[in-house]
């Protein structure tokens, strides 16, 4: 499936923790830039020293970023879940049970329960980053399963990268096909933040890089780049009768919903979307699920006579 708008690449770039400089340094550089960024955020942390505030998420939101969950207390779920491995599920039969259950409440308190209470301060959470990139089967399901799209892989930037270890990500990154979710935690060193770049210039660099690169390269947030692909991944188009299709979802229980994908056609033609010829940009072209795509050949020109 290609990348919106026929673009080589797509990119979301993320800011995890919640830390104050993202607010102070991140969203102006972005907002510069004309990028928009995903800002995972830890419930029990906002407000806290370094850290910022609801007044901060709720601007950041009205901004044009996305705010995403980054759980209630940051706990690593890969060591609080309980395991159950070496229990015999003949013999410890209750036991497993009962730490089945205590591991399923603590799920709910990390992940669910945090998108109510960003929703009662008016944050849209549609994404989760989990803490410590920790991701058991089992949360990734149930995050899910509760309408957020979960951050499964990433490529990040730490401390130690510099302009050369950037070009080789950059070249990564604009790979044809390409899908890489940026992540970033400290913006800069000495302004807070896990494993902060060396100094806001690269960060700037790095931003000033993607936007040079943005006629191949999509960016936007993670919640509409990662909507795009499930979305892209579960479209199919259904032949209603010969040239003509209705693009469908192969599962309407997708977590993205029914939206706009880019399609790629093979050959000449000309394109009628709903029944209104559209204009095209190179083989690519919009369309929408439950739209009905017409495809009309070009007529050949007639060879001129001698
Ligand atoms: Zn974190």
Do not use: C
């Not at 790979?175 to 100094?199: C, D, F, Q």
């Not at 479209?235 to 994908?261: H, Q, W």
């Not at 929408?288 to 070009?298: H, K, Q």
């Amino acid at each position: 499936m290609p990348v919106p708008d026929g673009k080589d690449a797509m990119l979301a770039i993320t800011f995890d923790d919640g830390i104050k400089s993202h607010y102070d340094i991140a969203v102006p550089v972005l907002e510069k830039h004309g990028i928009k960024a995903t800002f995972f955020v830890t419930i029990n942390n906002i407000g806290k020293p370094g850290r910022i505030t609801w007044e901060q998420v709720q601007d950041m939101q009205k901004r044009g970023m996305e705010i995403g969950n980054h759980a209630m207390t940051h706990a690593h779920l890969g060591k609080t879940l309980i395991n159950t491995k070496g229990l015999n599920p003949e013999i410890d039969k209750i036991k497993i049970q009962q730490i089945q259950k205590k591991n399923h409440d603590l799920m709910l308190f990390e992940l669910i329960a945090p998108k109510k209470i960003f929703e009662d301060h008016g944050i849209t959470i549609r994404t989760l980053a989990f803490a410590g990139n920790s991701r058991p089967r089992e949360a990734v399901k149930l995050t899910k399963e509760n309408g957020m799209l979960p951050r499964v892989f990433e490529t990040g930037y730490y401390s130690k990268d510099d302009e050369k270890s950037h070009a080789k990500k950059l070249d990564k990154i604009l790979k044809k096909g390409n899908y890489t979710i940026l992540m970033i935690h400290g913006v800069a060193e000495g302004t807070g933040g896990w494993s902060p770049l060396r100094n806001l210039e690269f960060f700037e660099n790095i931003i000033a890089d993607f936007t040079k690169h943005s006629d191949r390269l999509y960016i936007d947030t993670m919640a509409e780049t990662s909507s795009y692909r499930e979305r892209a991944e579960n479209s199919t188009l259904t032949e209603l009768k010969n040239n003509e299709y209705r693009l469908d979802l192969k599962n309407p229980d997708t977590i993205s919903g029914a939206g706009k994908v880019t399609l790629a056609l093979n050959g000449t033609y000309k394109v009628f979307v709903n029944g209104q010829e559209i204009s095209m940009s190179g083989t690519f072209f919009n369309a929408s699920t439950g739209d009905v795509i017409r495809l009309a050949p070009m007529k050949e020109t007639a060879p001129e006579a001698p």
